[in-house]
Each structure stands twice: as C-alpha cells, then as structure tokens.
C-alpha cells in the first residue's frame, strides 16, 4: 500500500511476516551510519544536549484519560491570538523554566500528534480545514500496533520525555496538546501554535502505519509551498537543517536505521500536503519513529526505554539546531 502520512494512517493489510530475521539490525545500521556521518560533521552528534541518565518524564497526567466531556468544534477555530501563551508562558501546557541552561531563551513547541480522544470525535475530526494548499481533514485518529498500543499514546509519551530532556537544558517548553482536550487540535491549528509562541524549533511526534515488514523512523521535512495561507519559503532551509540534525542524533540514540521503504535510506523525506507544515511560520518537522505495524518496529515503540531514547535523540537533534 501507498504510504499515506501522518495526517491519515489508515490501517494497512497485514502481510504474511517474514521469517527470521532477513536484515539484521547489525547489517543494517552501519549501512544507515554511513549515511549520517554527514549528521556528525554538521553538529549533529555533538555531546550537547545529552543527559543519558535521566529518568521517564514525570509528568504524564492526562495521557490515558478519555474525554467524554462535550465540546464545540469552535474549540478548534478559535483564533491563533486568543490561545497563544505569552512569550514567558503562563497556559497550563507552557513550561517555565527551572534552570538556566544552554537553550535559556529559546522556545521549543512539541507536537504529539493525533490524540487519544479523537477515537471518540470522528465527526469532528472529519471536518476539513484549511491548510493553504487545499482543504484537509482536521485531525486523525493516528494508527496502532496490532496489540492495541496507539500512536497517540505513543506520541504523547515520547514529548512528556522530550519536555523533561529539553527543560533540563533551560528551553520553554510548550506541547500543542497534553491529553487535556476530547480531541484534536486540528492540524492547523497546531501549526498555529507554534506560530504564536514564536517558537525557535518545533517537532511532531508520530509513528508510521505502513505495512508489516516496513521498518525504520524517518523525518518530514517542509517543501516549499506558497498558496492561501500558506507561505513555507522562509522555512525550508532552517527546517532542513533541524531534521538532518534530528535524524542524526535519532540514529545515534536508538540505533534504528532510517525507513527502508520511504525517503530512499536517506531517513528524510519532503512533503507538501501536510497542514502542520504548510501553515507553519517557524521551523518545523514531523518524525515518524518507526512503523506501528511492524513487529519488530512495534516491539520498540512499545519499550518505554526506547522511547527515553527516542526522546533522547529527538531532543538532542534540537539542542544542536538551536546551538547552532
Ligand atoms: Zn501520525
């Protein structure tokens, strides 16, 4: 099947699974490496940023609640301006820094995407919005490993781990959702998020449903698009830049190899059809951290000690992007 994308995983068919082991993680990732030493020359692999020994997240309140509270689809058409945080942060989503550290100053919005309420809101997920470029719909309810393990549980997991990481080197945290909501927010929406707290990076969280046998993480990065409200230009080449140096510090944290059947080994791919990208103003990327469809894929996405890693990488990759 066709990949389809993080603004709509639809379910694939399963295939019969492969038998032992054809690529082996080991024969793979000096393959995958070879291609990322480019990441390590430009910064990628810089110490900065790490902090191997920290713990889970501990703030994960809300991530498996399932709002039944009625609401409104005006919550997803309010406009930018009546839900962007001040700059210093004071929305219940924003975080004030603890410490001082090397990214004291800088903003980093993290975009967990779908939502574990959207299962619930079909009707309101389905409505389209505007991403510039066409119509599309709100939101979607993301895929899930055969087990049951959704992405949006994945999602929000992985940015309560990023948050901790990045708090910890001084940045402002904020999330476009914290399971505090019965769904959503909308694809523009969330790129209009990131636009009104005049982020410095942000990263959609997502993982993949492509067919079992599909492997790998890969990061989306912004095309250039310029229609409606949507204006990508000033964005490309910073955006390039964050998802080569998130890539590479992805590899190096978790060892997985970039996606075997999209973006052609190099674990980058360019897109215009998503509204997360199209509407953004600020440098943006979404990374899809491995296939939920696939086992052994799966069976990472569900260790909570690979998410940290995950996290890790994906955090790390920020860290050098803001350093510079
Ligand atoms: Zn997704």
């Not at 995983?9 to 024969?27: E, H, I, K, S, Y």
């Not at 991530?63 to 001040?86: F, N, Q, V, Y």
């Not at 929406?189 to 636009?195: P, S």
């Not at 069976?299 to 996290?311: D, H, I, V, Y």
């Amino acid at each position: 099947m066709s990949y389809a994308g993080p603004d709509f995983d639809p379910p694939q068919p399963r295939r019969p699974r492969r038998g032992p082991l054809t690529v082996a993680l080991a024969a793979l990732v000096p393959g995958a490496l070879l291609g990322w030493l480019v990441y390590e020359t430009v910064g990628g692999g810089g110490a900065d940023g790490s902090a191997g020994t920290v713990g889970p997240a501990t703030r994960t309140a809300g991530a498996s609640a399932s709002p039944t509270a009625p609401t409104s689809a005006e919550d997803d058409e309010k406009p930018s301006g009546s839900t962007a945080p001040a700059p210093t942060g004071a929305a219940p989503s924003t975080s004030v820094p603890a410490v001082s550290g090397p990214l004291t100053g800088k903003v980093v919005v993290i975009d967990p995407g779908h939502n574990q309420g959207n299962f619930q809101h079909t009707a309101e997920i389905n409505r389209k919005v505007d991403i510039g470029t066409n119509a599309k719909e709100c939101d979607t309810t993301g895929t899930a490993t055969d087990a049951g393990y959704t992405e949006a549980r994945f999602t929000l997991d992985v940015a309560h781990r990023m948050r901790t990481l990045l708090e910890e080197q001084g940045a402002t945290v904020r999330l476009t959702q914290d399971g505090d909501r019965p769904y959503g927010p909308c694809v523009d929406e969330r790129a209009r998020i990131g636009n009104a707290a005049h982020a410095d990076a942000v990263v959609s969280v997502h993982a993949d449903g492509s067919a079992a046998g599909n492997r790998g993480f890969h990061v989306i990065l912004p095309g250039s698009v310029r229609a409606g409200a949507a204006d990508t230009r000033a964005i490309v080449a910073p955006s390039r830049d964050l998802g080569e140096r998130v890539a590479g510090n992805f590899v190096r944290a978790t060892g997985s190899g970039p996606s075997d059947y999209i973006g052609s080994g190099t674990g980058l791919v360019t897109r215009t059809d998503l509204g997360g990208l199209n509407l953004s103003t600020v440098p943006k990327v979404f990374i899809e951290c491995g296939n939920m469809r696939d086992s052994k894929d799966a069976a990472l996405l569900t260790s909570g000690a690979w998410r940290q890693k995950a996290a890790q990488g994906i955090s790390e990759g920020i860290v050098s992007f803001l350093r510079g």
